[in-house]
């Protein structure tokens, strides 16, 4: 099949529209799956498809004959997430086109808008198809208008379909094809591939996903990377079809698999140009490293050996190329390790996976974001743990503080307008937009730290609106901002392993909640705690353990008086010497406890 004659596109939706339904549809259509086979073939991980989210774009190829001639479809999968950004756009850069897909009950909403212009600036061709047409709750007209109105597409093009039934899906492949254009490679030339996408596999090892830009590529060939300057052997390329399937070449327009012996997920730099050896060319654009914007640390519990958590997590970072790990030491928790991810949910997700492992005998402490430290001597840091924030004698030396912003958009009904404000306000938002959606809905864009993001800002969004709004974000740089690191002290020693940076203004109710559940999970105890939280050098809140008498009188009798006095005292005298050694021990349940999000 000559190049003029490929199509690649992908589908931009929001979460939940439909998309790996549809995808499914489609597969069965051109006979890569048969129908009823395992739903959801496109999300392979089990975290995913249990919260209904695509994490790894998976990407398949199709054949599909219209009207007579057959063509070479690439339904190229992109993460579900905005964590994802940058990978969403390398899988675009592959595509001429794109399916934007709206869910016809619940209308346009915040990832659609995100995705959509993303796709639209990368020069994609958008056929828009409206979903869930069966449902009760569908409003095609609704839809049609938002897609006329806030993405200025001719609605004259628009495809409706029920992905779950299957009504009028055979309508959209025609569509892709008639509609996006072929991919516009030189098949006649040396090899130009851009990485879309990588992940391990338990028998091939790390597979990358590419796109032949230029030329073709096959078994034995030596390429090198633009990025990293690795060389490496051609050991095997295919198409994905759902799963990996061998062929013996690949060619220009066409997006295929390779296997090249790369030992590790990280050498896979989404984005990158690889080229033959001795035959190198001008890099693919759009090469972006992505860079952690979340940071938690990870430690073994009482009990657990470090050197199995330590295979299994570096398994599990094995799989995932976005994930940063490095080793860590907490006075309070041990030996442990610092992960960082892409974003909240990348995070999250990840976090489920290693909880889902290795139950209780992990501890993870709470997420924070990079911070960046301008001192006056001109110089930088970017600090990724609260360990490293500068101690209050050090302060001096630093100019400024910042803190990384976000915009988000979000989307909802008009109702709760005021509500929303209200919580983007109380978390040092900044309006930046709003706009009256035909549909009753509001889409609403603000200026939020993206620490706030981090500390469960979603959840109470969508507890204040009743489940109904979406949020989607796009990195806003790094601004000024009154940072503290707040400590947590039990009798004046500091547990390096809960300090967490903070904005100054939230240091008085965090500093509340800090102690008194960090007391909840320290109850009983032989001798006196105090419990204060420290920002700076203040002490925000304090609470104190009173100490558990034990009760030595219990089986006296009431009259026997002396006896009583000198139980008391020797009780007293105990308590005294065991104040000296002054160590308390604090189990590992208060930290798990205090950590937990509950
Ligand atoms: P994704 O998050 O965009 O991949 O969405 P999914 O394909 O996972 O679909 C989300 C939910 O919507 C699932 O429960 C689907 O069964 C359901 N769904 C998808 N398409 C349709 C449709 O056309 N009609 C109805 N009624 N439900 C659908
Ligand atoms: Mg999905």
């Not at 391990?200 to 090892?205: A, C, E, I, M, S």
């Not at 983007?424 to 706030?452: D, F, N």
């Amino acid at each position: 099949i000559p190049i003029d004659r490929y199509r690649n596109f992908s589908i931009v939706a929001h979460v939940d529209h439909g998309k790996s339904t549809l995808s499914d549809r489609l597969l069965e259509l051109t006979g890569v799956i048969q129908k009823g086979s395992k739903a959801q073939v496109l999300d392979r991980l089990d975290v995913e498809r249990e919260r209904g989210i695509t994490v790894k774009a998976q990407t398949c190829t199709m054949l599909y004959n219209h009207k007579g001639e057959d063509y070479l479809l690439h339904l190229v999968d992109t993460p579900g997430h905005v964590d994802f950004r940058s990978e969403v756009s390398r899988s675009y850069a592959s595509c001429k086109g794109a399916l934007l897909l709206v869910d016809a009950s619940q209308g346009v909403q915040a990832q659609t808008v995100a995705n959509f212009y993303l796709a639209y600036s990368m020069g994609l061709r958008l056929i828009p198809v409206i979903n869930k047409i069966d449902m009760d709750a569908a409003d095609i007209p609704r839809s049609l208008d938002q897609i006329e109105h806030m993405f200025e597409l001719d609605t004259s093009d628009v495809v409706k379909v029920s992905a779950k039934t299957g009504l009028n899906v055979e309508q959209v492949l025609p569509a892709v094809v008639e509609k996006i254009a072929p991919p516009s490679g030189i098949v006649d030339s040396r090899l130009r591939l851009l990485l879309v996408d990588s992940w391990y596999d338990n028998f091939l090892g790390v597979v990358c996903l590419v796109y032949i830009s230029d030329g073709s590529l096959k078994k034995g060939q030596k390429i090198f990377s633009a990025h990293t300057d690795i060389s490496y052997d051609v050991k095997e390329v295919g198409i994905m079809y759902p799963i990996p399937l061998k062929t013996d070449i690949i060619t220009a327009g066409q997006v295929g698999y390779m296997v090249i012996g790369m030992k590790k997920s990280s050498e896979a730099h989404i984005g990158d140009t690889f080229f033959t050896v001795g035959q190198a060319g001008e890099p693919l654009a759009g090469f972006e490293e992505a860079k952690p914007m979340v940071f938690v640390g990870a430690f073994p519990a009482d009990g657990v050996e470090f050197k199995v958590l330590d295979e299994s997590i570096s398994h599990l970072v094995l799989n995932d190329r976005s994930v940063t790990l490095q080793k860590e030491t907490s006075t309070a928790l041990g030996q442990g390790w610092r992960l960082g991810f892409l974003g909240t949910l990348h995070a999250s997700v990840f976090q489920e996976r290693l909880e889902k492992e290795h139950g209780a005998s992990i501890i993870i402490t709470a997420p924070t974001v990079p911070y960046r430290i301008l001192y006056n001597d001109d110089t930088e840091k970017i600090i990724s743990n609260p360990d490293d924030f500068p101690s209050v004698e050090n302060r001096q030396k630093v100019s400024v503080l910042q803190e990384p912003f976000v915009e988000a958009i979000m989307t909802f009904p008009q109702e709760y307008l005021g509500r929303v404000i209200k919580l983007c306000e109380a978390h040092r938002g900044e309006q930046v937009e709003i706009t009256y959606l035909t549909t009753g809905q509001v889409l609403l864009k603000y200026l939020l730290p993206m620490a706030q993001l981090v500390d469960d800002f979603f959840g109470r969004l969508k507890g204040l609106t009743q489940g109904y709004a979406s949020l989607d974000y796009e990195e806003a740089g790094y601004r000024p901002s009154d940072l503290v690191k707040m400590e947590l002290l039990v009798n004046g020693k500091g547990i390096d392993a809960l300090a967490q940076v903070m904005h100054r203004s939230e240091t008085v109710n965090k500093g509340k909640v800090w102690v008194s559940k960090f007391k909840e999970y320290l109850k009983y105890q032989l001798f006196e705690v105090v419990i204060q939280a420290k920002a700076g050098n203040k002490i925000m809140a304090r609470e104190t353990i009173k100490a558990k008498r034990k009760d030595v009188l219990a089986k006296l009798h009431a009259a026997d008086i002396s006896r009583r006095k000198k139980l008391l005292s020797r009780q007293k005298e105990g308590k005294k010497s065991m104040k000296s050694i002054g160590n308390i021990q604090i189990p590992q349940e208060a930290y798990q406890g205090f950590l937990s999000r509950a």
